[in-house]
């Protein structure tokens, strides 16, 4: 069975520093894909990144890159130069290639940027 | 483009009522995927949709279910409603054939049950 685990429940960091968002999953389909996405307050679910298990190249997306480590399972969200606005719940999710459209995801982190 | 959108936005119902939420994808998908997310059990995959056939279901019980109309269009229905059904209820649309599949989702319909 697929799984997510996100261990940090908060993390709070300066403005304009780089943050690390952990992630680690677990499956036994050779394809998947990984996904990270923010949910400010609002609630509304805005997807970021993107890495696909057989991808050679860790993803970049702007001020998001995905550090993907496929022998460790390890999928972190790195966010360089973070602003004010970053401050959200951020969700790692594993969706299985061969499956229909269904998304596991993390607990989440709740990240704090302070000015 | 229009985004997803959800309606309602926020609704207040009581035990043993019923409810409908409605969901319209970006036009030309026709995949639809509901999540319910509460803050015990997190963001949890309820059912997929798509060309009006349910193709992957998650583990709820059958006071949960849900129809897709030949727009696209989803509803997602919550028969005798319990106390933990409170929660955000969020929709998400997709366009398969395309690499990964990006789900886009919407605003969501925030549930309470007293």
């Known amino acids: 069975a697929q799984k997510i685990t996100q261990t940090q429940p908060g993390m709070f960091v300066q403005e304009k520093e780089a943050v690390t968002l952990d992630c680690t999953y677990d499956?036994?389909?050779?394809?998947?894909?990984l996904f990270w996405y923010k949910q400010p307050s609002s609630g509304e679910m805005i997807f970021l990144i993107y890495?696909?298990?057989?991808?050679?190249q860790n993803a970049t997306e702007g001020r998001y890159s995905l550090n993907f480590q496929k022998a460790r399972k390890s999928a972190n969200l790195v966010i360089s130069a973070s602003q004010l606005g970053d401050s959200a719940m951020y969700f790692c999710a594993m969706r299985e290639i061969q499956g229909a459209q269904k998304l596991v995801f993390g607990q989440g982190t709740r990240l704090t940027i302070n000015p | 483009k229009a985004g997803v959108t959800q309606t309602p936005r926020y609704l207040i119902k009581t035990r043993g009522q019923q409810v409908t939420l409605s969901c319209s994808p970006i036009s030309g998908h026709r995949s639809v995927s509901w999540y319910q997310q509460t803050p015990g059990q997190g963001l949890q995959f309820l059912f997929e949709?798509?060309?009006?056939?349910?193709?992957n279901k998650g583990n709820f019980p059958g006071r949960f279910s849900g129809r897709q109309f030949s727009n696209s269009r989803s509803e997602m229905n919550v028969s005798t409603l319990e106390l933990g059904d409170s929660a955000l209820y969020l929709c998400?649309?997709?366009?398969?054939?395309?690499?990964?599949?990006?789900?886009?989702f919407g605003p969501g319909t925030r549930l309470t049950v007293l």
């Open positions: 998400a649309s997709s366009f398969p054939g395309q690499s990964y599949n990006e789900q886009f």
């Open positions: 949709y798509f060309s009006e056939t349910q193709r």
């Open positions: 499956t036994s389909d050779p394809s998947y894909g």
């Open positions: 890495q696909g298990s057989y991808d050679q």
